[in-house]
Structure formats: C-alpha cells, structure tokens
C-alpha cells in the first residue's frame, strides 16, 4: 500500500515475498496463505469463491510475480509449494496462470525427471496431475512414460496392467488431441498468463464459465482415486 515492491528478493536466499508466504504456510492454515496471496497481487479477497470473482489493481506495477526463482535455478513458489507438499497451494498457483513448465528442484526426490508433472505423478495426486496438464504441461517432453501403441486403446496397451491409472490416463493425453473445450480454455490461458484472473473476473462472463477458465471445473483436494472412478472422468 505504500509502494514498496513485492518482488524485492532477500539478498541471501533470492526468496521474493510470495516464496516467504507459501514457506511460512507450513505452521498456517490455508485462507491464511490465500489472504498473503491476494495482498501480494492486487487482489480482493471476500466470500465469494476464492478464484472467481476479484477487484483488480491491473495498472498497479507492484504486482507479485509467479514465476520469480531464487538463487536455485528451478525454484519457482509452485516448485517450492510441491516441495513443502502444500498441494491446495499449488492448485491455487496453476489456478492463476504459473508456468507449469518452468521450474523444478526436485532430481533428488527419485522422480523420473524431477519436473511438477512427474513429482504429482508420483505422489499419487490425481487432480494437481489433471491441473498441470490442462493448464498446459508440456507432455511431448515427458520422457517416462511408457510407450504407447497407437492401434491398441490405453486399456490394451502392453503391460496396461502394470500401470497405475494416471500413467494410463497421461499416456492417453500425450497421444490423443485433447477436447476442444479444453483446446480453447488452454489457448484463451496461455494468452492471458498470469493476469487470468484479473482479466476473467472482469470480463462480465457468466460464472460458470469464469470458474471453467480459472479451472475450478478440477479439484484440488490431490486425493487418490480409483482407476474406474477416473476413467469415467477422463476417457
């Protein structure tokens, strides 16, 4: 409120503001973290949904960044929020336009590449799974997966049966188009980046489609969830 910046690093660490606040969201409860959040960006939270509907500051230069890193390559606050397990936060983060392909400090967690997708993955967190690769998670650049056989279906690929249902839901995804609503929700995202919720809040849309933009349509509880269940989602 006084003009000071909000991406002003600590000259030690690198760590801007919005690091220190999902860091110090370890010992606080998430509405917490989320009151920091919209302090940092120019938001006004209320009681309405915590992603819909915003006053924006949009001509505000003091706007916190998502993507800033530290002095660690790679450790972005939706990074850091994957390694402090504070999966609602990430959620929120992916929700207002972070760059999921950016960042990743994670090569000595035993994770294929160590990247957001293949952390989520292997923690078994369905929805952050469906989150990053909505909000455009590069697939052709995931290495790990299996190899897919273009004239079987995913339920008869080789060795299906060894394979948990999110690698056979991300094995779909990486070799099928996705949905065409989703193509559009993806391109609209992209365009917009980090400013999608100021620019969807004020874009006088009906609600329900303000809160399929902001992805709200996905939850964010990263429960675990059988591969029926799933597939009546996905497939």
């Not at 606080?28 to 939270?45: D, H, P, Q, V």
């Not at 967190?125 to 990053?132: E, I, S």
């Not at 929700?185 to 809040?201: E, K, M």
């Amino acid at each position: 409120m006084s003009g000071a910046s909000v991406n002003y690093p600590n000259g030690l660490t690198g760590s801007t503001p919005l690091h220190e606040a999902v860091e110090s969201s370890q010992t606080a409860e998430f509405n917490t973290f989320f009151a920091m959040f919209c302090a940092l960006r120019g938001l006004s939270s209320g009681e309405e949904s915590p992603y819909s509907l915003f006053d924006h500051k949009a001509s505000s230069p003091f706007v916190a960044c998502l993507d800033s890193e530290t002095v660690t390559s790679g450790d972005t606050p939706l990074s850091r929020a994957l390694l402090l397990k504070r999966h609602r936060i990430a959620a929120l983060l992916i929700r207002h336009g972070c760059d999921v392909n950016h960042g990743g400090v994670y090569s000595s967690w035993g994770a294929p590449t160590g990247d957001h997708l293949s952390i989520a993955k292997a923690r078994g967190l369905v929805n952050l799974v469906r989150l990053l690769v909505k909000a455009g998670f590069h697939l052709n650049n995931v290495k790990w997966l299996p190899k897919f056989q273009s004239n079987q279906s995913t339920s008869n690929q080789d060795g299906a049966q060894d394979h948990d249902a999110i690698t056979l839901w991300l094995m779909e995804a990486k070799h099928n188009p996705q949905p065409l609503v989703d193509i559009c929700r993806l391109v609209i995202r992209r365009r917009l980046r980090d400013r999608v919720a100021f620019s969807i809040a004020n874009s006088g849309l009906p609600k329900p489609l303000k809160m399929f933009l902001m992805l709200e349509d996905i939850g964010d509880d990263g429960s675990r969830e059988d591969f029926e269940v799933m597939e009546s989602i996905f497939m």
